[in-house]
């Protein structure tokens, strides 16, 4: 018996970079985080310390910043435009992913260079390797919120089983949803994005839900039939609680209108939506 | 030479309360977190454990669900109810105070009863007692950003001074603020905290800045200026730095284009504007 | 009527400083978040723009840096020393606060250079101003629990108290406590650090408790008991609710083994224990 | 084409649980995080909300309380107790996953009733299928410093590498880590945890190390080499950078003394090592 190195990879995680863009009459503001990461043969670092194959996560994140002057543009193109250049950065590198996250900012009406934080962030993610590349989108943190339109019965029951079946319960999650492109070669990633995020809010609201199962496959199948050029998508939903307080002590009633909202423990709801051609993933979700 | 009891306080934390209204076509959602403080006679517990003037503070959880049964309506109307209805709830206590943090949901115009988190946080905090009762309003978490319009120089230098001077920054803040209305007789709080927040934002915008505590002071006073109800306001900004980055190691010049967002350290300005015929604060921020 | 320029303060907030002593054959760490708080005539700033009397938060940055280069010593006593100094580092400058966090690691048994972090944080404050100067010591994140020992019932009932009595329950806080020396003479800083943290740690196990109130209160009076140079202390207790689960459902009985910790809402317990004698808190508690 | 619903999973997340085991002279404490995750034939819940086959999460976190009534035991045996017995407790379920965070306490010498929270966290995870089970056990925010005894050089260098090489730096690091049991037979599951954890430790401290890397591999070695039942390690070592001061400015040299303790950007160092007769993995991380 002996040991050996398994999968490893390392990379600069959380570089907070905010881009500004000056031309025209109204500036605009680009604020991401940025989490890179590289694979590839790293033996020697590991077990002799050799670092001549490792680019250091020091220069992974001036990359970042260096690529920023040219411009970020969309997400996803910024993503695959810094992987593709970390492959071979170093001879060791034959793998490399960028997860950006984007914090949204609305535009303060005042005037041209005034900003306010908007709720929820876009996400993109891409992998180039030496076998192929790939582009995830996403959101995170897109927090919803039904007051009707949603039931829970029927459920299997058990010995532990004390909940009470219902068929009007608030609903509320806060989305995270990756979808994978077919391929890397779309170019309408802004368009793409705004119509995914309409999309998953719409199938949201307006899918009358017997479970959040069925609340979270409604929101992957219109996002995929929205969009032929996507080909899966994965959605990983928390279910946050909403439970009617009882009033009853206090002689009173509540007809749905005073809730408890709890922060743990809390359902966590994921699942997954492809085509049946969907293309191999690959390393799209490394 | 013996040992006395000083000033104390107790109450419950962070209760989350989600109201739902259901009459009308629409329906609307009210999401609170509650914090409730008691005060006033109170050495038996502490000296003896003698519990008898203590009112729980499971009880009043219980209060806050119990009150928005009736209806919540605007925050400083409901955390003036409750700190009314605490003080002499039981016989020791003589002051109350209730916070308030609203979150703040927008409609999703798929239907009349879906709902998407925005960004910010709407704050009133209500104190009665035996000498009065105060009421203040206020934001948090309202991020802002100017991509110009902000110069830093011509500060005092001392030995330990490196920091450039500047005609061009980008200024950055969360602005935390609270305002004290002159009495609790009005009745028009929601216009009263749209027109302050919206004066907030157009101030900070708008003020051609030299240092964060000009455009402070700008803010406060185009608050005050916009509402002859109110008497002061307190603002907390943190400086949200933006440090350009050198790019000359890699032969690109920075004309103001790429930053790096830091975390921390970071400057904290904290400052008062107020009338000088205000009404004396009394226990108004306690 | 006009608008007045109320109080204000500014400074650098959350400075990380990490400072390695390498004498001797052991090294020592020193892990600190240090924010500095400066106030004094600051309206031309505020009013104009003026910066000639802002002394930058980043130079106080630059300055608790530099200080540390001769030693940081004991918490209370690097607080005081740089206290002191930032006031009349400008000449408007009347007053300074500076308020440590000290993250605590033990030694690895190793060797002499290698440290694991521990819980719980040691805080130091300082209040240097041309009327006097301040010291507290303290403690926050000091996370306690009983197993019994712990009552509460007889309180106050009203028509919203649903509260079970118990004569039996879990007991559990987070410890944040302040306390304030006599003056600023004493060297014995880190003996005061330790045997204030002890009694409060005694006390909290050695109470027989029939509210958190005198809980605090026993704990409070044994820290000042315990050290004469010490004038009052100020506690602040988040009640950590442990519920026992009902079984009954799964035919199982619950004797007080099987608990659900809540995070919120929780009951908040604040209160002082003062020497009768205790010399004027002046500016300590700014 | 048309759509398909891929891998799809299910639980409660972050059950809350604090066991306390009253017989012996002294009380002890076992204080909890449990996340189930259930998957299986979960396609009717999906495509037309029909939950005969769904146990619910309330059911779940019921069952975790209950189970608890019996004693909790060592996490690994609790969470592979529990995660056995979600395995067809509804017809659909096929496979089940119990990850556990214990929090750990020390005693307060002061009785055998009190405790004081400590560092760090102890993590064990069981899987239960139809095709076998595993157990995997680990530590998280297990944070660790060395003041000496790391160097980084000899990197690959490219067209935005500014670093510096260096001799002599602080190495610091939060770790995470998981091992896989060979078997799920074992049962002295404390000796082991204790076992592993000191070597992480003592490995930390030892290693001179070329790069965390280098370290991380030491680690894991060590960890396997020192207990034959494992088969497996994964480490994620987040680079906690501290920068040298630059204290030039101010006339002053920095030998080593004082740092700079960086949060964002961060290194993140991730890396296997096994048994090269390690059985298959399976589902063990899922």
Known sequence: MH????????GKAETRLV??????????????????????????????????????????????????????????????RLARHFVGSAPTITRARVAVEQHLWDRNPANGHSFVRAAGTRTATAVSAEGGEWVLSGVTDLTVLNTTGSEFHGFHRDRFTTLAETTDRVLATAVTARWRHRDTERTDWKTAFSGARQRL??????????????TLHAMGTQVLEGDEHLAEIRLSLPNKHHFLVDLSPFELDNPGEVFYAADRPYGLIEGTVLRDDA???GLAWW
């Open 279 to 281: 293309p191999d993933p």
């Open 19 to 80: 881009r500004v863009d000056r031309a025209g009459e109204a500036h605009r503001v680009t604020d991401l985080t940025v989490t890179t990461t590289l694979a590839g043969d790293l033996a020697a670092t590991h077990l002799t310390g050799d670092n001549s194959g490792v680019l250091p996560t020091d220069t992974q994140k001036n990359t970042v910043y260096a690529f920023a002057r040219d411009g970020v543009g969309q997400v996803e193109a910024f993503a695959l």
């Open 201 to 214: 809010l719409t199938a949201f609201a307006d899918t009358h839900s017997l479970s959040l199962q069925q």
């Open 3 to 10: 040991l050996e190195l398994g999968d490893n990879q390392y």
